[in-house]
């Protein structure tokens, strides 16, 4: 038996406790400092003796985890870092001394069983995803030296405060943590996705200075509106782990110049402990195209390949961040050092600003959304499980091509076992079938000809061939509601989708789904198939806002035709109007963002447009001011009729456009952003100037004119930002507080009241089915009910009240489906168009710079 030589002194990260009192690990709210991190980490190292192990360790971005990692490297053992999946097959290769799940010990042997060379302080897999037995081993000048490097040319600071996005087994998500904890600075420990609101509110709290991501994660950004999101307080964000498209790096780069953040892109290989290049911030909006430069106290040079041409070869990086070697049994934990300088296997061109650009790659690797996928490697994997096939780099997905014919089931097993072995998003593996694998002159498999099939077929979810799977399922709803095509990663937010169209997604995916997760919208297609939980119970859960809406439009319309009176329905849609404004916020830079909010506005007011001038035309109903919204500003101050039959459609259109016009304000956003909840909750405050006549002595109608309604419009907005408990009653005591009075027609108040309160304290309700399908179907078609219900029950008011609203129900129905099938119709007719083949173009080389 292997005797174990004595613990070092002090590992990497070993001597926390020299930076005191300061903050050096945030989580869930805790605050826990350096000294207090060291000692927690010193405890954890006394339960694993005094002789040097090996430890694997599988675990999270969270505290106790964390403590066993600074633990177990500080006090001089090997951890070997591996995901939690990939445990029992790390276990199987190495034997570990000892294991540790999520910062408990769950095994150890009584004495330790590796020959651990002098050396060797770390052991990371070449990918920190496929769980290949085939590891990096890292040296403690390895570790010190990079993270040294990392903070020297990021300024970071001992206040830097950077937030995990990436596992820490894999190298670009430990690098973080390691940059931060050995200056002095300190993490967020996070595990929330960057599309949850939890996420951002955290960033925004603590005050983040540091955000890395990779080409995936910026990807999601997309979808919930990054520009909208940036804490003030960030300095830096950083990219790795693949290439992000140059014209996305231009666009942060330009971003950070206007929002005052720097966009580090960064370059690396966990086998040089994680970095090797990074191109300064002040040249990515010029040359985002490029790496960058070495990083300090590391060289890059190329080495000759004369096949592709004199001014490329293949990128080759020494320095002291260079691994010891690779490790693929136990008995390599015993070597030196094997490896002096790195071969990165990408082919790459110094230009004349002295920038590196990666050209391409002469192995048989690929990254995808940041992850390093040995192809060979997957082939081997995917044939143990029985299905033959090669596989490609597509870019920004793997390739997997089998000979026909497959079924259904064989390409459900192809994505699942790439969900399994590499971490692979279904969206990033596309399968295609071939009769046989095309070959090259010397009999090789042609894997440029397996892309260029994969892009021949019709594109879309990898399960197009297995039936509509839930993911695919979702995708359709989306398309047919929105009238786009959705990629796996969007969300409805980020597709367009806004309070007209919420109502049918919500109910059509009640039934997909058997429940609505919370923030359903601002989740991706991915994240909503994983939530699918079959409902147990009967009936259907419905929106409250939805059945809210619905319950209003009914109101307005049975009390005008005489069957009951219920006032404040339209007041009330007002307030939901508000609340789905936040929720439905357009994402994107300013121009964006104020298309999107016009885009919605046209939604509303070219319809009712439409139709009041219709009917004006043909009976000469309306006058002018009413055709054009804008009676309520330059029509007289009284009540008639029939005038003032649409003050609720003028007045939404004039509070949505005046906050269009707030949306272009640069300031108007930051404040969004550092006071989601206040922001509007004082808008509300402040608007009472004209609910309590402190601006104005109330007269004529003005309880139906816009200025007057902001108060309740912007109530509406703060329920939706209202997410703490705290929040929620304050909003609730503002309501109890400023209804009443306002009407002077207590039942009136009591109904708005009631309904503002449901819709903070009662997210959704379980209804029947077939009620939940009527009032999905009535809210849904609320605008179009409201719009022509003033040309129907006139007709039957006196003697059929209730026919009366049935008849003004079912016109606004049915009107509502003949709007929805025209804008279908348009946009069938505009992707006919658009998908017309352009003329041929002439290609022109780039000329040498």
């Known amino acids: 038996m292997f005797a174990s030589p004595p613990l070092p002194t002090v590992g990497f990260l070993g001597d926390l406790a020299r930076f005191g009192e300061a903050t050096a ?14 000692g927690a980490a010193a405890d954890f190292a006394a339960t694993l003796g005094p002789q040097r192990r090996l430890v694997l360790l599988a675990g999270r971005n969270d505290l106790a985890s964390l403590t066993a ?7 001089g053992h090997v951890p070997l870092l591996c995901d939690v999946r990939h445990l029992d097959r790390m276990r199987e290769a190495y034997s570990p001394d000892t294991v540790v799940l999520d910062g408990v010990i769950v095994s150890q042997q009584p004495t330790p069983q590796h020959d651990l060379h002098p050396e060797l302080a770390l052991l990371l897999s070449t990918s920190g995803s496929t769980g290949s037995p085939k590891l990096v081993r890292l040296s403690q000048e390895n570790l010190r030296s990079n993270a040294e490097a990392i903070a020297s040319y990021l300024q970071l600071r001992p206040t830097d405060l950077a937030v995990t996005t990436l596992p820490p087994h894999y190298c670009y998500g430990l690098s973080v943590i390691h ?15 960057v599309l949850d609101d939890a996420f951002w509110q955290a960033a925004q709290q603590h005050r983040i200075t540091s955000f890395a991501g990779v080409p995936y994660t910026f990807d999601l950004l997309d979808r919930v509106g990054f520009a909208d999101r ?19 790096v231009a666009a942060l780069a330009r971003l950070g110049e206007q929002r005052g953040f720097d966009l580090v892109v960064m370059y690396g290989a966990t086998e040089a402990t994680a970095r090797m290049a990074w191109l300064p911030p002040h040249r990515a909006a010029q040359a985002p195209d490029a790496i960058g430069v070495a990083i300090p106290g590391g060289t890059l040079r190329l080495e000759s390949m004369p096949e592709l041409g004199a001014d490329v070869g293949e990128l080759v990086y020494a320095g002291p961040n260079v691994m010891l070697g690779y490790a693929e049994t136990p008995a390599d934990l015993a070597a030196g050092r094997t490896v002096s300088e790195l071969r990165t296997g990408d082919v790459a061109r110094i230009g004349h600003d002295g920038l590196i650009r990666i050209v391409g790659r002469r192995s048989r690797f690929a990254k995808i959304f940041g992850l390093r996928i040995d192809l060979d490697e997957a082939e081997r994997t995917l044939d143990a499980a ?22 259904a089931a064989d390409r459900t097993r192809v994505v699942a076992t790439a969900q399994q072995e590499w971490g692979l998003v279904p969206s990033a593996v596309r399968v295609v079938e071939v009769d046989a694998f095309p070959r090259l002159a010397n009999d ?54 806004d309070s007209l169209s919420y109502v049918e997604a919500s109910v059509r995916l009640e039934q997909l789904l058997g429940g609505l997760p919370p923030g359903w919208h601002t989740r991706s297609i991915e994240q909503l198939a994983s939530t699918a939980d079959p409902p147990i119970r009967r009936g259907r859960q419905v929106e409250t806002s939805v059945l809210l809406r619905a319950v209003a439009i009914f109101a307005i319309v049975a009390t005008h035709a005489n069957l009951l009176t219920l006032l404040g329905g339209a007041h009330l849609l007002l307030g939901i109007s508000g609340y789905n404004y936040i929720r439905f916020q357009p994402q994107g830079d300013t121009g964006a963002r104020v298309r999107a909010h016009l885009t919605s506005v046209a939604r509303v007011a070219l319809p009712a447009i439409a139709w009041i001038g219709a009917v004006t035309l043909i009976a000469g109903t309306y006058p002018w001011r009413s055709v054009f919204l804008v009676n309520g500003i330059l029509g007289p101050r009284g009540w008639s009729e029939p005038a003032w ?20 304000v640069p300031w108007w956003r930051t404040a969004e952003r550092r006071w989601p909840f206040w922001l509007p909750f004082l808008i509300a405050c402040g608007a009472l100037v004209t609910r309590y006549e402190i601006w104005e002595p109330r007269g004529g109608d003005d309880i139906h004119r816009a200025h007057m309604l902001l108060w309740i419009f912007a109530i509406g907005c703060s329920i939706a930002r209202a997410e703490q408990r705290w929040q929620r009653l304050l909003v609730s005591a503002l309501i109890i507080a400023v209804v009443p009075g306002f009407f002077e027609n207590p039942a009136r108040e009591a109904f708005l009241a009631a309904g503002l309160l449901l819709l903070i304290w009662v997210r959704t309700v379980r209804l029947p089915g077939w009620l939940a399908t009527a009032t999905a179907t009535l809210a849904s078609a609320s605008l179009y009910v409201y719009l022509t219900h003033w040309q129907v029950y006139p007709w039957l008011e006196d003697r059929f009240p209730p026919l009366a609203v049935a008849a003004s129900l079912a016109v606004g129905i049915g009107v509502a489906a003949l709007a929805a099938a025209g804008g279908d119709a348009t946009r069938r007719l505009l992707s006919r168009r658009s998908r017309r083949p352009a003329a041929p173009v002439a290609r022109r080389e780039p000329s040498p710079r």
Do not use: M
């Open 645 to 664: 039959h649409f003050w609720f459609i003028e007045a939404l259109v004039a509070l949505l456009l005046g906050l269009c016009a707030l949306t272009a």
């Open 386 to 407: 029985g299905l033959p096939a090669r596989c490609a780099d597509g870019g920004e997905r793997l390739v997997v091509a089998l000979t026909g014919p497959l079924s």
């Open 179 to 193: 940059s931060h904890l050995h200056l002095g600075a300190a993490v967020l420990l996070n595990e929330h996705s």
């Open 69 to 75: 990692y600074v633990g177990t490297l500080g006090a």
């Open 230 to 248: 940036i804490p003030a307080s960030l300095r830096h964000v950083t990219q790795a782990g693949g290439r992000l498209q140059p014209e996305r």
């Open 444 to 497: 090789k498999v042609d894997y440029r000809a397996l892309v260029a099939h994969a892009a021949q077929e019709p594109t879309g979810s990898t399960s197009d061939a297995e039936g509509p799977g839930l993911a695919e399922r979702i995708s359709r709803t989306f398309a047919e509601i929105l009238g786009v095509e959705p990629q796996l990663t969007d969300t409805f937010v980020g597709l367009g989708g």
């Open 25 to 38: 690990v945030i989580a869930d709210g805790r605050r826990v400092t350096h000294r207090e991190l060291a």
